[in-house]
C-alpha cells in the first residue's frame, strides 16, 4: 500500500482528522519563514498527540544542535528540505532522514542517498522551499523508482490528481500539503479524506 503524508500541519484538529484517516507520517514545518511555520511549544504538544503515526519535522539547512532538539522533542524523522550535504544526514542518521530534492527540469541523485529513510521529490521554485501546489514532470520520478530509491512523490498532489500520478510512478509514499488546504496551515477535512480514497483505490 502506498504510504500517505500529509505535511504542514499546524492546527490540532487537522492532526486528529489525519490520525482517525490512518495516513502513515504527519509533517510539521519548523521554517519560520513559511506560513505553516510551528514553533518548538507547537511542536512539543502536537507530537504529544500523534503516537500512531510517524512524526516527521521539516527542516531547511538546519544546524546540528537543532536538529538534536527536535529529535529531543520526540519526532521520528527529520525532513531536509534545504542543500543539505550527505555527510549531515550522516551525523542526523540515515534512518532519521527524509531528503528532500526540488526537481527543475532534469536531476541527478547520486545513488548513495539510497541509504536514507526515503528521498522526497518536491517541486522546484526560486520563491518557495516548498507548499508551491506546482507538479514536476512526474518521469523523472517513475525513472528514480526504477533504479531502486524509495520514492515519496510530493509538489502539487490533489484529491483529483493523485490516482493518476501513483499509477504513472509506483512511489513508495506520496506526500501533499496545499493540495488539501483551505488556506496555508489550514487543512480542509473534506479534501484529507478525498486524498486518502484516492490513494486507497489507486492500485485497485
Ligand atoms: O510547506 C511549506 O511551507 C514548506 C516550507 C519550507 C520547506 C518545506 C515546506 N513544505 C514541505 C512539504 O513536504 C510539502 O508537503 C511539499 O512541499 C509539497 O507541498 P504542496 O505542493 O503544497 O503539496
Not at 483551505?182 to 490513494?199: C, I, L, N, S, Y
Amino acid at each position: 500500500m502506498v504510504k500517505i503524508k500529509f505535511c504542514g500541519l499546524k492546527r490540532i484538529q487537522d492532526l486528529e482528522k489525519a490520525i482517525s484517516l490512518k495516513i502513515d507520517y504527519v509533517g510539521f514545518v519548523l521554517y519560520p519563514k513559511s506560513p505553516r511555520y510551528v514553533s518548538s511549544e507547537e511542536l512539543k504538544a502536537l507530537v504529544s498527540l500523534s503516537n500512531s503515526v510517524k512524526k516527521v519535522a521539516v527542516m531547511v539547512n538546519p544546524d546540528y544542535q537543532d536538529v538534536k532538539k527536535v529529535l529531543d522533542i520526540g519526532v521520528d524523522l527529520i525532513q531536509l528540505h534545504g542543500e543539505e550535504s550527505f555527510d549531515f544526514a550522516k551525523k542526523v542518521g540515515f534512518e532519521r532522514v527524509i531528503k528532500a530534492f526540488r526537481v527543475k527540469e532534469k536531476i541527478y541523485i547520486s545513488q548513495e542517498w539510497r541509504q536514507v529513510h526515503a528521498v522526497l521529490l518536491d517541486t522546484y521554485s526560486q520563491y518557495l522551499y516548498g507548499g508551491t501546489g506546482k507538479t514536476f514532470n512526474w518521469s523523472i520520478a517513475e525513472e528514480l523508482v526504477k533504479n531502486g530509491f524509495r520514492i515519496i512523490l510530493s509538489g502539487g498532489l490533489t484529491p483529483e490528481n493523485v490516482q493518476m500520478a501513483v499509477r504513472k510512478v509506483n512511489p513508495y509514499g506520496v506526500d501533499v500539503s496545499s493540495g488539501i488546504e483551505v488556506q496555508p496551515g489550514t487543512k480542509d477535512h473534506q479534501k484529507m479524506e478525498a486524498f486518502v480514497r484516492a490513494v486507497r483505490s489507486s492500485l485497485s
